[in-house]
């Protein structure tokens, strides 16, 4: 089924910007910023450590159901009947440099001889001929490498080993274990991707993972031994997905014993939904914790700091999504009380022109994991992460056919992946250009702050003292 009228939702996504090796961008969640105060609009203002961009851009609207076909299987390639079709569109690059692009993204790589030797025997003409390459090299193992590192910045899962918490309350959790666990998410979602189902439905519903011995004992799981990750079946009861995993539930908490609802559903609207990060208006202020008698959870005292009408406005946006994983603590345990107090994860939210109602963490993700708003953010997150800018009107094109062919294919991700990397966007004269001229920086280092290396509007990047351009990348070093 085809998007409906496109629209743009200028999406206020608390990144840190930076480009890397890949030729896209690269970036990270601002734990300061994850308070539910959103960030600045895609060119407002350069900081010191990066640019804070808007990651959702294109939200145009699916309608209608999944097609059939095309299914991604063990060992297939995705995109098949199923698939949504176009008058294919003559390239405006060469397909060299198109297969250049796509090698980069993808495989992390120059193109090997074939591809070279496919790119001059003059086949490939149209955006049509470069998705079949795409979806041929997705069957290449090389690709896990660029879709494994599309999966850690989409889910921030480079910030995990840098989250801290107070070793009095939580002695087991280390920058050890938050990598372990940024490993179990990129491993469960590129099995989804190459080796399982191959949809996004399972991303967000599958309850199965990949464990070594510490995150074992994290889910209460006895017999793994060692520091490899092995395969293991979840209890569905409480585990369904990459949101109930500790990945997500550990960088979206405090550091104390505290959970943070509004941090987990403002990840939730950006990352999962492209919708707008709500801003607070001037007249908001920090709220002062009154003392109460008893004991109360964490969504009673949250809900009682934020109800001024001033705070609700924008809380009754995040909050709802972030309670269903109060079942969860601050490092991604099952928990059944807190304070003593029997825990609500029930929430309702508007979605999808309708209400959706649930009563915990997997009944919500089962609702995201058929969300046509959730199924075309996927689509522009794809996007937004192989150009390494923000999405643009002039995008309106490639985000429609992206939806078009991944909702026809029956959500098959490797057909996303395809569209994406074969899109008027991608492929247009600037599209795989590695420094754009928007504000953003252009390091080698993903971890390098924007100082060291910054593009100019010329489409140049500029090194920072001490730091010198990378003739081959194109950026600083």
Request: aromatic letters at 6%; glycine letters at 12%; proline letters at 6%.
């Amino acid at each position: 089924m085809a998007f409906t009228r496109f629209a743009f939702v200028l999406v206020a996504l608390p990144l840190t910007v930076s480009c890397n090796t890949r030729y896209h961008l690269a970036g990270e969640l601002d734990a300061g910023s994850m308070s539910g105060s959103g960030g600045v609009g895609p060119t407002d203002a350069v900081g010191t450590g990066g640019v804070a961009s808007n990651a959702g851009g294109a939200a145009g609207n699916v309608s209608g159901a999944a097609g059939t076909g095309g299914g991604a299987a063990t060992g297939g390639a995705g995109g098949g009947a199923g698939a949504a079709t176009a008058a294919p569109v003559p390239l405006q690059v060469s397909p060299r440099e198109a297969l250049t692009r796509v090698a980069r993204v993808l495989w992390e790589s120059p193109p090997d001889q074939a591809l070279v030797a496919m790119a001059d025997s003059g086949t490939l003409t149209t955006d049509e001929d470069i998705r079949r390459v795409a979806l041929s090299m997705l069957a290449d193992p090389r690709s896990r490498v660029g879709v494994g590192h599309f999966y850690r910045w989409w889910l921030n899962l480079d910030a995990v080993a840098a989250t801290t918490k107070d070793p009095a309350l939580f002695p087991e959790y280390s920058a050890a274990l938050g990598t372990a666990m940024a490993a179990e998410t990129e491993a469960f979602a590129l099995d989804v991707t190459f080796d399982g189902d191959g949809r996004y439905p399972a991303l967000m519903r599958a309850s199965y993972s990949f464990v070594d011995e510490a995150l074992a004992g994290l889910y209460g799981i006895r017999g793994v031994t060692g520091s490899d990750l092995r395969k293991v079946d979840l209890d569905p009861t409480y585990r369904a997905g990459i949101l109930t995993q500790p990945a997500f539930l550990t960088q979206t908490s405090s550091g104390n014993a505290w959970t943070s609802p509004t941090r987990r559903g403002l990840f939730v609207l950006l990352r999962i939904l492209c919708e707008a990060g709500p801003v607070p208006p001037p007249s908001a202020i920090t709220p002062t914790l009154v003392d109460v008698t008893g004991p109360e959870t964490n969504r009673q005292r949250l809900t009682r700091t934020t109800s001024e009408v001033v705070c609700s406005t924008c809380h009754g946006l995040m909050d709802p999504y972030g309670f269903a994983f109060e079942g969860f603590d601050s490092i991604g345990r099952v928990r059944l009380t807190d304070s003593g107090l029997p825990i609500d994860t029930s929430g309702s939210a508007t979605l999808d022109s309708g209400e959706a109602n649930w009563k915990n963490a997997v009944e919500l993700a089962q609702i995201l994991a058929k969300s046509p708003k959730a199924h075309a953010c996927l689509g522009q997150q794809w996007l937004h992460y192989v150009l390494g800018r923000d999405l643009a009107i002039e995008d309106g094109t490639s985000v429609s056919t992206i939806g078009d062919r991944f909702v026809a294919s029956g959500l098959d991700l490797r057909t996303a992946i395809a569209a994406t990397v074969s899109s008027a966007s991608f492929l247009g004269p600037t599209g795989g250009t590695p420094c754009s001229g928007a504000p953003q920086s252009c390091n080698d280092d993903v971890r390098i702050s924007s100082l060291h290396g910054m593009c100019t509007a010329a489409g140049k990047c500029v090194c920072g003292e001490s730091y010198a351009l990378n003739p081959i990348t194109g950026r600083c070093r």
